[in-house]
């Protein structure tokens, strides 16, 4: 049990596109979902915190109307890079909560390359 | 904000030899998770740990948790090549309204034969 997947694992897109990236509980309703970013040889950082139905939460210096989170059920969440450049190539990952249990469980994650 | 302080940050050893990696954090939290992480791929997760004073061991992995001394420590014991990985301690902790992990930088763990 408690499975996450995440949809694509892997995409590569040209600079000022946009890429929606999904991340689902398979098993299991998660009211909250997190996002990560992983750069190369780096730890994860926390990019955001989805609540269903409600607005996401983002961490200091990340851009909410670059990537834009949608949680609109209690297993899908996604995360959208809008124009994506360069620098936004990165191993996305995502976590989600099981109900009342304070644990995540990650997704195996998505690497984007902007081209 | 919890600043979390892993090390050391790359490992070299032989197999069979013992280690530890030791995980420090900055402010007062519930519990502790311990992951691995191979290249190229998520993580996995190893160890959660709740309460002062507990140990969780699983294979040549033992992991424990001093809350007083915001402490927590994953003691190698006769690596072998399989547990190369990079290893990262996770203190949990509410922000806001939300249950959060702050990651440390991660241990690079490389077993050589």
């Known amino acids: 049990g408690a499975v996450v997947s995440q949809h694509p694992s892997w995409v590569i897109c040209k600079s000022g596109t946009s890429v929606k990236i999904e991340c689902r509980s398979l098993?299991?309703?998660?009211?909250?979902m997190f996002w990560y970013r992983q750069f190369p040889k780096q730890s994860l950082m926390l990019m955001a915190t989805s609540n269903e139905g409600s607005k996401a939460t983002y961490e200091q210096g990340v851009e909410k109307d670059k990537f834009l989170i949608n949680h609109a059920s209690l297993t899908l969440s996604t995360l959208t890079v809008t124009s994506a450049h360069p620098e936004d190539s990165s191993f996305y990952i995502c976590?989600?909560?099981?109900?009342?249990?304070?644990?995540?469980?990650f997704g195996p994650g998505t690497r984007l390359l902007v081209l | 904000e919890l600043k979390v302080e892993q090390n050391p940050l790359f490992l070299s050893m032989q197999e069979g030899k013992n280690y530890t990696i030791y995980c420090n954090y900055s402010t007062t939290s519930d519990r502790l998770y311990w992951y691995r992480q191979d290249p190229g791929k998520s993580l996995e997760s190893l160890f959660v740990?709740?309460?002062?004073?507990a140990v969780k061991q699983e294979g040549r992995l033992m992991a424990s948790l001093d809350t007083k001394a915001r402490l927590s420590t994953l003691h190698i014991t006769a690596a072998v090549h399989d547990l190369s990985a990079t290893y990262f301690c996770?203190?949990?902790?509410?922000?806001?309204?939300?249950?959060?992990?702050?990651f440390g930088k991660g241990t690079l763990l490389t077993v050589n034969p």
């Open positions: 976590s989600a909560d099981l109900l009342g249990l304070e644990t995540q469980y």
């Open positions: 740990l709740l309460s002062n004073g």
């Open positions: 996770a203190p949990g902790g509410y922000g806001g309204s939300n249950y959060k992990l702050t």
């Open positions: 098993d299991f309703q998660a009211t909250t």
